[in-house]
Structures are given as C-alpha cells and as structure tokens.
C-alpha cells in the first residue's frame, strides 16, 4: 500500500462508512465492519462508525422539545462517544508510530502540530460533513435559497477535502523520509475521571 494514496484510502473507506450508517439511519445499530479485522482500513471503518453515529447524537441533543431525562442519557453517550473517539485515534497513532518505526529522523527534523491519526480524524469529519451539506443543497422542501448557499458550502467543503488530502500525504511523506518526526501524547481527557473533575472527587470528601 502506497503511502501517498493513504488520504485517498481513507476518504473511500470513510464515504463507505457514512453511506452503510443511513442505510437504515439508527444510532443504536452496531457496525457490521466489512474490512479484514487486522487491516487499516478497518480502524478506519471504526473510526468514522463512531464519528458518524455521534454526529446524529448531537443533532438529536440540540431538539428543544428533547425531555430532560432523555437529553441526560443522551449527554452521557456523548461523552462515551468522545473517550471512544479518542482512544480510538490514539490506537490509529499507534499504527503509524509502528509504520515508522525504523525510519531515523534528520537532524532538523520538525514536529508537526498534529500527529497523522488527528489528521485523519478531521478528514473523517470532514466527510460527514460533506454528505450532509449534500442532503441539504438537494432537499425539496426548501426554498432555492437554501438550496443554492449549502451547494455553496458544499464546494468549499470539497475544496478543503482536497486540500486536506494532499497535506495528509505530504506529512506521511515527510515522516516516512525523516523530515518530520512523529511525536504523540495521550489527551489526558480530565472530565470522565473521577480523580480529576472537582465535581465528581469532591462528592466523595
């Protein structure tokens, strides 16, 4: 697999993923991951699987009329969403931390602001919203004003996936060549953990 086609993999494998989850649309339904289990393109498939059915989280919490319970229940998938999006691009560094693991950075190597699983994980992003702002600048149930301004968006979105693309290749390419050096740290996420929120550890004092 070519290192440079990488960002083209993952935009296939992402498109898959967002058009296999509205198939039937349900934020309880497990992902049936069509990828061989140890193959990257099946991290991928987990990774947008989670992004996606947390994007359908989000619009159904922002309902005015949702009842407080449920909104509550429903902030609490949320945040296990979130750990899980984290974990999992953490796990997706791994790989790359494994794929360039004998390459010997130059002595001027630079650090990048984000590490490749980062990347992928605003590429991921990124193709849902383009799926999104698609189904908008299609609807018919919508003035053409609406139409016109998402279609709008729309080609700005693809023009950022492209660009997106191309730096996602460049810093693989960098790394694989020692220009950069890839340098992870765990996000340390404070909120869940009940050492660490103030609200949690105090109600045990």
């Known amino acids: 697999m070519s290192k440079q086609s990488l960002s083209s993999l993952a935009i296939s494998v992402f498109e898959k993923t967002v058009e296999d989850y509205h198939v039937f649309d349900d934020i309880n339904k497990e992902a049936n991951n069509p990828y061989e289990e140890k193959s990257f393109e099946h991290l991928l498939y987990e990774k947008n699987w989670i992004d996606t059915v947390q994007w359908h989280y989000e619009d159904i919490i922002r309902d005015p009329n949702i009842n407080p319970i449920e909104g509550m229940k429903l902030k609490r998938l949320i945040d296990s969403s979130n750990q899980n999006r984290t974990e999992m ?50 609807r018919s149930d919508v003035e053409e004003k609406h139409r016109k301004s998402c279609s709008d968006k729309l080609n700005v979105l ?48």
Do not use: C
């Not at 953490?90 to 590490?115: G, M, V, W």
């Not at 191309?166 to 404070?190: A, F, H, P, V």
């Open 89 to 138: 691009v953490e796990y997706i560094d791994s790989y790359f931390l494994q794929l360039y693991s004998n390459i010997t950075p130059n002595k001027n190597a630079k650090i990048n602001t984000e590490s490749p699983a980062w990347a992928f994980d605003r590429l991921s992003i990124l193709i849902l919203k383009i799926y999104h702002m698609r189904e908008e600048s299609i």
């Open 158 to 205: 693809i023009e950022q996936k492209k660009d997106l693309s191309l730096s996602i290749d460049q810093l693989l390419e960098d790394l694989s060549s020692g220009n950069k050096k890839m340098k992870t740290y765990k996000q340390m996420k404070m909120y869940n953990d009940e050492k660490l929120n103030p609200v949690l550890y105090k109600k045990n004092e």
